[in-house]
């Protein structure tokens, strides 16, 4: 599965379990009721389906324009890093206000889940390119025929 379908399919399933899990855990650390915490999260889940379309595409573009691209465990590392450090810039004055906290506050509870975020989001794109195949930015180029002396160009198949 490759281009816009295989984004919507990555960010939808993303983003459903990560709200799951974003609700239980503010839940859990800020002494807040579901009620209050589960539209947080939505919020969150909306601010960062945004902004998970718009890094994994710059990524990718990055990606692509790489001698290597080969996924290694690093590189999906860095991904998943880059992404949660981020999304904090958007996430903690939200967080603030939602829970009438201070911004160290709620950079604290933002800092809880980014130490579950990012290992979430390495398991879970390890899962998806297992499942679905790695994107075409992360394949490695195929190696155009090459035409032997005195042939001429290949002949184009159908």
Same mark, same amino acid.
């Given at each position: @599965? +490759?281009?816009?379908?295989?984004?919507?399919?990555?960010?939808?399933? &993303? !983003?459903?379990?990560? @709200?799951?899990?974003?609700?239980?855990?503010?839940?859990?650390?800020?002494?807040?009721?579901?009620?209050?915490?589960?539209?947080?999260?939505?919020?969150?889940?909306?601010?960062?389906?945004?902004?998970?379309?718009?890094?994994?595409?710059? &990524?990718? =573009?990055? !990606?692509?324009?790489?001698?290597?691209?080969?996924?290694?465990?690093?590189?999906?590392?860095?991904?998943?890093?880059?992404?949660?450090?981020?999304?904090?810039?958007? #996430?903690?004055? #939200?967080?603030?206000?939602?829970?009438?906290?201070? #911004?160290?506050?709620?950079?604290?509870?933002?800092?809880?889940? @980014?130490?579950?975020?990012?290992? =979430?989001?390495?398991?879970?794109?390890?899962? &998806?390119?297992?499942?679905?195949?790695?994107?075409?930015?992360?394949?490695?180029?195929?190696?155009?025929?090459?035409?032997?002396?005195? +042939?001429?160009?290949?002949?184009?198949?159908?």
């Amino acid at each position: @599965m +490759q281009g816009i379908k295989r984004r919507i399919v990555y960010i939808t399933a &993303f !983003e459903i379990i990560g @709200m799951a899990i974003s609700t239980a855990w503010l839940t859990l650390l800020s002494g807040e009721s579901p009620t209050s915490t589960g539209p947080l999260a939505l919020m969150i889940t909306s601010i960062a389906v945004t902004w998970n379309l718009l890094y994994n595409m710059a &990524f990718e =573009y990055w !990606e692509v324009r790489q001698v290597s691209r080969t996924r290694t465990v690093w590189r999906r590392i860095v991904h998943a890093i880059g992404f949660q450090i981020t999304l904090v810039v958007y #996430l903690i004055p #939200l967080i603030a206000w939602w829970l009438a906290i201070s #911004l160290w506050q709620a950079f604290v509870l933002d800092f809880a889940l @980014m130490l579950i975020i990012p290992c =979430y989001s390495f398991i879970f794109n390890y899962i &998806f390119d297992r499942l679905f195949d790695v994107p075409l930015s992360a394949q490695q180029p195929k190696a155009q025929p090459q035409a032997q002396p005195g +042939q001429g160009a290949p002949a184009a198949s159908n």
